[in-house]
């Protein structure tokens, strides 16, 4: 693994699966997620992990004119690493959930390793009552529904999005078998190195949330990859800083966001990204480590950069 002074910080803002009545923190509009994403970045974000929702209900959207809402705002303000999400949600085809990332034409995508039930059902359970139509359903039947990506979705993503546009991917790894699918790719000469190997914990469906896991994805992930790729990781929910902080422990680099939890401390909402950001960054250089800039962490991804995007 690349194992560096300088620690990326990837911030997911919004996300898909948190929904407006979970928390009032919870950017929604385009106005709210352009703000979340640049004080994300001037509290120390790198890369910015973004979804786009519908401006009428805050449900997500697949759909490039709500992307373009606030991509060009914050390309205006900040120069953090702009990296779309090609997952969107389980309830999205696949072509819906390329339109974003192919009419950006981002530095970064996600790219999903594999499907896996991707059950947040759990998460309603806070809720008292509901503002929109759409969330109670959307919540509770993620327990019936699989996050899918199969073996041609990936390739098509790679080729149509990375290869078209020059784009880089964070190659989300839910469990050690995207690894392997992951490498499966690699050796087909269709992505370079270095690849960005984003561990996710905790979501009920993938590799639980015991750090030994994050050592056997490591272990695993030098055995596969060696020099070539940088590993960064997450929790879903309460372990978020604490996996955020082994990451760093191991050499590597870390995501939070209100995508990946609400809360800043237990039991009590996080009021902003930039919150969770700026905890973070106090364990980082805490810990001795430098918190990377832009720059630092377009060159460690091998990045095009800003000037090469599409808006």
Not at 30 to 52: F, K, N, P, S, Y
Not at 67 to 96: C, E, H, W, Y
Not at 197 to 226: C, E, K, P, T, Y
Not at 261 to 280: C, E, M, Y
Request: charged content about 20%; glycine content about 10%; hydrophobic content about 40%.
């Amino acid at each position: 693994m690349r194992n560096s002074k300088k620690v990326i910080i990837t911030c997911a803002p919004t996300g898909s699966i948190h929904t407006p009545s979970m928390s009032p923190h919870l950017p929604v509009t385009a106005t709210e997620i352009a703000q979340a994403a640049i004080e994300a970045a001037e509290a120390g974000a790198a890369i910015l992990h973004l979804h786009a929702r519908s401006e009428e209900d805050g449900s997500p959207s697949p759909r490039a004119a709500d992307f373009m809402r606030f991509l060009p705002r914050i390309k205006q303000s900040t120069d953090a690493v702009i990296n779309i999400s090609t997952g969107g949600s389980a309830m999205m085809t696949l072509d819906d959930r390329v339109e974003g990332a192919k009419a950006a034409q981002p530095e970064v995508c996600s790219l999903n390793m594999g499907p896996l039930i991707f059950d947040f059902s759990a998460a309603g359970r806070r809720v008292d009552s509901w503002q929109h139509p759409w969330e109670r359903e959307y919540v509770e039947s993620s327990r019936g529904r699989i996050m899918y990506n199969d073996n041609g979705y990936i390739e098509r993503i790679m080729i149509e999005v990375g290869r078209e546009f020059g784009t880089k991917f964070e190659f989300e790894c839910y469990d050690i078998g995207h690894l392997y699918t992951l490498a499966h790719f690699a050796d087909r000469g269709l992505i370079d190195p270095p690849f960005m190997v984003q561990g996710i914990f905790g979501i009920l469906g993938g590799v639980g949330a015991d750090v030994r896991n994050m050592a056997h994805m490591v272990s695993m992930a030098d055995s596969l990859f060696g020099e070539d790729y940088i590993f960064s990781a997450f929790a879903a929910g309460r372990r978020q800083m604490d996996f955020c902080t082994q990451s760093v422990l191991l050499g590597g680099h870390a995501r939070v966001g209100l995508e990946d939890s609400l809360f800043i401390d237990r039991g009590q909402l996080a009021t902003s990204n930039a919150q969770q950001v700026a905890k973070l960054r106090g364990i980082i250089e805490a810990l001795g480590r430098e918190v990377a800039t832009p720059a630092e962490a377009r060159e460690m991804l091998g990045l095009k950069g800003a000037s090469q995007v599409n808006f």
